[in-house]
């Protein structure tokens, strides 16, 4: 393959940022919104909330909150993705009370919103758990949160909820993730005042009201790194557009480990296409700026057929190795044991029937599928729709030979 593609705007922040604007007394118009399921899902449910929501436009959103009197989303609808969490802090923040049942999202392991409730408590809330969460907050009140995991939900989940308390909230121990930094940013646009986001201590202090706003998001990071992954994986030299070479620092650093030459421009990547096979490395997925856990299942995809033998240490989720089951379907070779997998190099894949069983899972059979030999049939991808804007498309346009089929 080879060509130019361009990264869509983030997904995560794209998911914590349309909740986000539930707070605003006015219009919010965001940018670089990409076109995935996920988006999709959510705008349908600030819509059933009463909320005015267009999508016409391609890559924009523009949401007027300023009729909703809902605070009870459906359970149709946030079962169907893990960010419907974010509805609990945008409503908590702009009306003291929301009934939001528990969140969906991809099986990776336990995935727990303790600390997004102990902020909210903190806060003043009261917290009812049943078939739904019930949380209730006569006033907010800013307060000292010390989160006990690093958790990138419950830090911008506190942070809804704080920016219109009433004083001082500081969270400690917060993640540092581009798209915590990119939400902070929205939310300062229409008028929040936050400072410390990208760093460990976040302080807001709370204000009484929030504007309208016109905002662009910032390129999706997983989407740069799956596309750093495709290029060294099928040895095409592919320029890679609208990213930002910094957050990807971590993957960088693993693909030179690995033999790759990695050009960083101002907004492009471009990984230098190597005749060899890759060589064999280490991973461990740690929160950022380390080696993100959503690309360690596409990076999984290149180290099957790296030469050498292959450890990655999932830290974060404990269930995140279920796709090599399907790998190896494909001829892969690995073993895993609790959160450690060792993935034996093999020189070819080759492509029969698998099936995607997460988002980023289904991400690493599209790069095996690409790498191996004769035709690779991935069914389940509506878990790949939820985050990747028009993946076929772009495939297609670099010269792969793939193809959307009704099974
Ligand atoms: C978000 C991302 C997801 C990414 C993950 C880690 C969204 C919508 N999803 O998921 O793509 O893989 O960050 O970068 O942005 N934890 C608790 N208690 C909590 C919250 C989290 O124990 O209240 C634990 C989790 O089980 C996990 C770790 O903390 O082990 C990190 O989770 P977190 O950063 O919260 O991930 P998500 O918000 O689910």
Request: aromatic share 4%; with cysteine.
């Amino acid at each position: 393959m080879h060509g130019t593609v361009s990264v869509s705007g983030a997904k995560n922040a794209a998911v914590a940022i349309i909740p986000a604007a539930l707070l605003s007394d006015g219009v919010c118009v965001i940018d670089n919104i990409p076109q995935i399921e996920d988006v999709k899902v959510l705008a349908e449910t600030l819509t059933s909330l009463g909320a005015q929501v267009d999508l016409s436009v391609p890559g924009q959103i523009t949401i007027d909150p300023t009729k909703v009197q809902c605070v009870c989303p459906s359970e149709a609808l946030t079962r169907k993705m893990r960010a419907s969490y974010y509805l609990m802090g945008a409503l908590l923040g702009r009306f003291r009370h929301a009934v939001v049942p528990p969140p969906g999202g991809c099986y990776i392991g336990k995935r727990p919103i303790d600390q997004h409730l102990k902020g909210f408590s903190a806060l003043g809330a009261t917290i009812k758990q049943t078939n739904v969460v019930e949380i209730d907050a006569p006033s907010l009140t800013g307060a000292e949160v010390y989160l006990d995991v690093v958790s990138v939900g419950a830090t911008i989940n506190i942070m809804l909820a704080a920016v219109k308390a009433e004083g001082t909230t500081m969270i400690f121990n917060c993640a540092k993730e581009p798209h915590v930094i990119d939400v902070a940013n929205f939310l300062n646009n229409m008028g929040a005042r936050i400072k410390g986001a990208g760093t460990d201590v976040i302080k807001i202090q709370g204000v009484k009201r929030l504007r309208s706003c016109n905002y662009t998001l910032i390129p999706d990071q997983i989407e740069t790194g799956t596309w750093m992954i495709i290029a060294a994986a099928t040895r095409s030299d592919i320029l890679i557009r609208n990213c930002i070479p910094t957050h990807m620092e971590s993957l960088s650093a693993k693909l030179a480990e690995a033999g790759f030459r990695v050009e960083e421009g101002e907004d492009t990547l471009r990984i230098l296409p190597r005749t060899a096979r890759p060589r064999a490395v280490r991973v461990k997925t740690m929160v950022y700026p380390g080696f993100p856990t959503d690309l360690q299942q596409p990076f999984s995809a290149l180290l099957s057929v790296a030469e050498g033998t292959s450890v990655i240490s999932e830290t974060i989720f404990e269930q995140r190795f279920r796709h090599l089951d399907e790998l190896q379907k494909m001829g892969g070779k690995s073993e895993v044991t609790d959160r450690t997998a060792v993935i034996q190099g093999v020189e070819k894949l080759y492509g029969p029937d698998v099936e995607a069983l997460d988002l980023r899972g289904g991400a690493a059979l599209i790069v095996a599928g690409l790498i191996a030999e004769g035709t690779t049939v991935v069914s389940g991808v509506h878990y790949i729709d939820r985050g990747y804007e028009r993946i076929v498309e772009k495939l297609q346009a670099l010269g792969a030979d793939i193809q959307r089929v009704k099974a």
